[in-house]
């Protein structure tokens, strides 16, 4: 089989692995995202996440990640959601944290595609990443035609929004290259209106030290005080700057069994919530991306939320 044989191939079962999109890009330096990554970290964007300061080469450069490195296949999976939480005084979670946790759910699915291609084509080289290694996931989605990089600096996706989970598979197989589509975002600044503690700080950069997401999982002493009050009842991350995009009226409820909610999750009332005991967490919680907080650090967030008086 030749370059566009084995393209097609791999792209045919992508999809019927329940990959909603898949776009490819050659493994090269990422010459634009430099100084932009060089910008975000003198600033101190990343806050105390200090984890993003390390290999600064390899985010840049897939070839350092895998050897001969030549493709970088770029996959999405929607997780938006048939229904949302129902008690709208509750403390919220993400929607991308209402069933199993991504990681588990997507890394088998990255290594049985890979299983496949190397039945499929003979030996390859190459490894499967799912937002846990130094890869520039939402470069390489940009690069590979998945979607241009909104003013919230989440990828969209003119067809669907934004609300998809981004992975990779970076092989020492050549294949045939897609290319980017335009920016569609226009003259809409609804994203950076929305976000209630200001994190856009200019069009396409998100200083995370200031995002709700960032407080609500990463941060690990307490929640500064002067964020009282600007939450917007969200316990644990954040969807504001996606739940005003205009693009996102065409998001679709997912099919992905496993991203079904918890059982009883969106039926929890904000005194569920508030009451919550470390017991419930685990039941609730089992199995879910939540668990990176810890009860301690859900319970620190909810207690920050609470309503004076209760």
Known sequence: MNHSQHTTLIKAEALRMGFDYCGISAAAFLEEEAPRLEFWLKHKMQGSMSYMEN???????PRLLVDGAKSVISLLLNYYPSSEQKDSTAPRISKYAYGKDYHLIIKEKLKALLDYIRAEIGEVNGRVFVDSAP??????????????VGKNSNIIHKGSGSYFFIAELILDLELEYDGPVGDYCGTCTRCIDACPTDAITQPYV??????????????KDNIPSGMKGKFDNWAFGCDICQDVCPWNRFSKPHKEPGFQPASGLLDMTQK??????????RVTFSGSAVKRTGYKGLRRNIDFLKPDGY
């Open 272 to 281: 569920d919530w508030i009451d919550m005991t470390e017991e419930i967490f």
């Open 55 to 61: 290999h600064f080469d390899k985010r840049l450069d």
């Open 135 to 148: 890869v520039m996931d939402k470069a390489w989605a940009k690069k590979s035609g998945l979607g241009w």
């Open 206 to 219: 998100v200083d995370g030290s200031k995002c709700i997401s960032y407080f609500t999982i990463e941060l």
